[in-house]
């Protein structure tokens, strides 16, 4: 019986032994440390123990999250690049910046307020989309604070940069929850009148980031509704239920099976899509919540590596992007083009008020 007793312990301590080897691929801090426009710039860690975040305080970008599968290993889940001299000349691609002053679009880049005219940058193509190009994405925040599993970043966006009016000063908090999510925390005021919607870039794929695509990941959305769009996705002002169509993820759906392929298709001419499916997601979904509270909206599960990633915020609207098929955004934000929009929640941010907005990427396995 004794040398059982021993068998049992040497396994049990062999076990722990491989377990305590399980590291998670932090990328290295070293290759962040530079100097940007004289400020500067860092990669800064927080972690809770079993989910962890890299942040850099250039763009706020999201450089690295790490999360367990379902036997216990971590992979990078978001898309990135692995030094700093990458991320100055992102221009909206797959990489996951903070977005301000207005993420989403904003039609023929032109909006009025309180009578007056504001022509802002065109950045895609008559339009502008995620604040121009001198937004939070490409400004080096202030670090406020640090510690284990928070990091506390500010910037001011100067008064007529990108055409917006007012000095906006916005407060950007990263945290680790205790029950494992990633909360993204915006506050936000202004010395004039202006429009706001600050939201984040990430791209997130639950088997890793470069390991294959999204298409078998479920996905569920509490939404009835998406913003009808043009061809150029304004929204047309129009609200579209998704029951009964490729937008319908009230309950879980595999994106691949709504989603057709279009890979070797970019340059010739391109598939026609069947009913009920989609070439691409890029759509504003109207998230169902009761009043202003924290609540889940949306649900991402991998059944390959175990991992599922629920959604939580306060705001009314929700971005899915898959286009890139290989990771897939879920940007909460208001509804894009608020600004022409009126019967769209207002965007609107006055002086002496201020703009609050959370958003946690909660994570588990099953």
């Not at 569920?220 to 937008?247: H, K, M, Q, W, Y």
Request: glycine residues 10%; charged residues 15%; aromatic residues 10%.
């Amino acid at each position: 019986m004794k040398k059982y007793l021993i068998l049992i312990a040497f396994f049990a301590v062999s076990i722990s032994n491989i377990a305590a080897k399980v590291e998670i691929p932090f990328i290295d801090a070293a290759k962040f440390d530079t100097i940007i426009d004289g400020k500067k710039v860092a990669l800064y860690t927080i972690s809770n123990g079993k989910v962890a975040a890299q942040i850099t305080n250039y763009g706020g970008f999201i450089v690295g999250l790490f999360a367990p599968d379902k036997d216990g290993n971590y992979a990078n889940l978001v898309t990135g690049y692995p030094t700093i001299q990458s991320y100055p000349r992102y221009n909206i691609g797959m990489v996951g910046p903070a977005l301000g002053r207005f993420a989403n679009r904003i039609a023929n880049a032109q909006f009025t307020l309180d009578g007056e005219t504001y022509n802002v940058t065109k950045n895609s193509g008559q339009h502008i989309l995620h604040g121009g190009t001198q937004g939070f994405d490409h400004t080096v925040w202030t670090v406020k604070s640090t510690s284990k599993d928070q990091l506390v970043l500010t910037c001011v966006l100067a008064d007529g940069l990108d055409g917006f009016p007012g000095n906006l000063t916005t407060e950007l908090t990263y945290s680790i929850t205790s029950d494992n999510g990633l909360s993204i925390s915006y506050s936000a005021s202004t010395d004039k009148t202006t429009v706001v919607n600050l939201s984040n870039h990430s791209y997130f794929n639950l088997n890793g980031a470069g390991n294959g695509d999204i298409m078998g990941h479920l996905l569920t959305i509490n939404a009835d509704n998406i913003t009808e769009t043009d061809r150029s996705n304004i929204p047309t002002g129009g609200l579209l239920p998704v029951e009964g169509t490729a937008f319908d993820f009230r309950n879980p759906v595999k994106i691949g099976d709504r989603q057709i392929e279009s890979r070797g298709f970019m340059f010739g001419p391109q598939p026609e899509v069947p009913e009920g499916k989609v070439r691409q997601y890029d759509n504003n979904f109207c998230l169902k919540h009761t009043g202003d509270k924290i609540e889940k909206v949306a649900t991402l599960y991998s059944p390959e590596s175990g991992r599922c990633m629920e959604v939580w915020n306060n705001h009314p609207g929700l971005q899915v992007y898959t286009g890139a098929r290989r990771a897939i955004a879920l940007e909460s934000q208001m509804y894009p083009d608020s600004p022409n929009q009126p019967t769209f929640p207002s965007t609107v941010l006055k002086p002496g008020q201020t703009y609050h907005h959370t958003c946690i990427y909660k994570f588990s396995v099953k």
